[in-house]
């Protein structure tokens, strides 16, 4: 019954809201759209022509500066589920968990997250090729033989932990929970970044690009979760009781 009211009084906001503020948030959202796509068209350009930045090397011995056997720890913990197998075994039980719950299109939503931003990331380091940090530069915990940008970490962890953010917030009631699922999900989207800098397998340019394109990512799945829903699953209930 409260879920149900919820629901009505969202819709009641959605329609009392006035065309003039729907139309200013939908070219906001363009805006915001297009300047993410000439910023990473931009980046691209500049890694394709310039391989090896200054700058880059200067914020990864920056952030290598810290020495804490603690900090290493969290920066490789924050690390390990972005590599497989475990990128591929996560994502599957989640969605079997999600399902179990009575959310099919979310399950599967879920699996098109894992794996989307992951395809969209090959075909640009193909397209690019661009080495990853060398040992003669700086720090490398692991060296690794695929190209460098953008980091498939980073757009992994956007595009398929951004989605479940998504999910949480949206369909979970409020409870502690939430809250700690919230804050798990944000914090490794946060420091997935600067860990992959901080292991010496990512220049912060592939970081930079790897937001911008992981971001792009995210709004995909999220256009494609709220199609499907409208289509296929209109009467599935939000989560069983």
């Known amino acids: 019954m409260e879920e149900n009211t919820d629901t009505a009084q969202q819709t009641v906001r959605a329609e009392t809201t006035s ?44 952030l290598q500066s810290f020495h804490s056997p603690l900090f ?14 475990q990128s591929i075994i996560v994502p599957g039980v989640v969605a079997l968990l999600i399902f179990r719950l009575g959310l099919h299109w979310e399950a599967v939503a879920s ?18 090729r661009r080495p990853r940090p060398t ?62 800098i901080y292991l010496g397998e990512h220049w912060a340019s592939d970081i930079l690009g790897a937001s911008l394109l992981g971001g792009l990512s995210l709004v995909s799945i999220l256009q494609f979760y709220r199609w499907g829903k409208k289509r296929f699953f209109v009467r599935q209930p939000v989560a069983r009781s």
């Open 111 to 128: 699996l098109v997250s894992a794996f989307l931003p992951g395809l969209v990331n090959l075909i640009v380091k193909d397209l690019i």
């Open 135 to 196: 040992v003669d530069l700086v720090t490398v915990f692991q060296v690794l033989d695929s190209y460098s940008f953008p980091s498939g970490h980073v757009m992994f962890y956007i595009g398929y932990l951004g989605f479940l953010w998504f999910l949480v917030f949206t369909l979970l009631k409020h409870s502690a929970l939430r809250t700690v699922l919230l804050i798990l999900l944000g914090s490794l989207i946060v420091l997935v970044g600067p860990s992959r």
């Open 19 to 62: 065309p003039r503020k729907r139309e200013y948030r939908r070219l906001s959202f363009q805006v915001a759209l297009f300047a993410a796509i000439a910023a990473f068209s931009v980046l691209s350009l500049i890694i394709r022509e310039t391989p090896l930045l200054a700058v880059d090397i200067q914020i990864t011995r920056a």
């Open 72 to 85: 290493a720890g969290l920066m490789e913990g924050v690390s390990w589920l972005g590599f497989m197998p």
